[in-house]
């Protein structure tokens, strides 16, 4: 068995160079890619080596069942299918949102980005992050999911904050009636029990970024019920897949790693397959 460095610490790899993939695959026999991780990086290691090996090439366990558990969502998925999207901004979540409306029956919007939608739609969100230049865009797929008959579930209160600080007063208020000053860096009660009934009755499950700022123990509330919601719901059955950095984070804080279906590996990778990109590494394999 032979064991290299870290390839990243050539630029050869980064850059896709055919010469270096073509001297590493003259040090097997057999191409395995199991780094879904990087799967969506056109790295020498993982886009170029293939060619090299035209009969003698496959997935690897832990890809195998990364692909498949997307495709599961995605493809072949049991209806009702949820979709719940959460972090800071809706910028980074539109191409996501975008590919999976035709695939889902509820889409539940939480995090930060559920405010430019709240106040896309006239509501006062006093200091909450938002998009103001995404405001219509917020406004477009609220009316693109209609069209498809998905219905969108938003917060309809927060627990509210006068500082982003683990220290700061709180109290509850309607996520559109929010205080000037103050900012919604949580689900409220009433939110979480209406999206623990969407996710009570789906069969599929995909939880990609948290409803709150978890990381503060006074805004943890929301991301861990709901974590929690999909637990359950995956032990009446559901098929659930939770990928994204956060959610993955969320997931081990709250002792939940087990109790889904699903907890990809890939924060970047996953996030191309559900865009419906193609990934350098998984073409390189076909």
């Known amino acids: ?144 999911a209609k069209k498809k008959n998905v219905s969108v579930h938003l917060p309809v209160d927060a627990v509210i904050a006068d500082a982003f600080s683990d220290s700061a007063n709180t109290q509850d208020s309607e996520v559109d009636n929010i205080p000037k000053g103050w900012m919604g860096l949580d689900t409220g009660p009433k939110t979480n029990e209406i999206f623990a009934e969407v996710i009570a009755n789906s069969k599929t499950i995909l939880w990609n970024g948290p409803v709150g700022v978890f990381e503060m123990e006074k805004f943890a509330e929301g991301t861990k019920i709901l974590g929690q919601n999909i637990a359950k719901a995956t032990q009446n059955g559901a098929f659930s897949l939770v990928g994204g950095g956060d959610s993955v984070a969320a997931v081990h804080k709250f002792n939940l790693t087990d109790k889904v279906s699903y907890v990809s590996t890939g924060g970047g990778a996953m996030l191309e397959m559900l865009e419906g990109k193609t990934l350098p590494g998984i073409a390189a394999l076909l």
């Open 1 to 144: 068995i032979l064991l290299l460095e870290n390839l990243r610490f050539y630029e050869e790899e980064t850059k896709g160079d055919r010469n270096f993939a073509e001297k590493l695959s003259k040090l097997g026999d057999v191409y395995v890619n199991d780094a879904f991780g990087t799967a969506h990086r056109a790295h020498a290691s993982t886009a170029v080596i293939a060619d090299f090996f035209p009969e003698n090439k496959c997935f690897g366990l832990l890809l195998a069942s990364e692909v498949e558990s997307v495709k599961r969502v995605l493809e072949t998925s049991e209806k009702p299918v949820t979709a719940i999207i959460g972090g800071a901004k809706v910028s980074s979540k539109i191409t996501i949102i975008e590919n999976i409306l035709d695939k889902i029956d509820h889409l539940i919007i939480g995090g930060g980005m559920a405010f430019t939608f709240i106040k896309a739609k006239g509501g006062k969100i006093g200091a909450s992050l938002v998009e103001d230049d995404k405001q219509n865009l917020a406004l477009e797929i609220l009316e693109e």
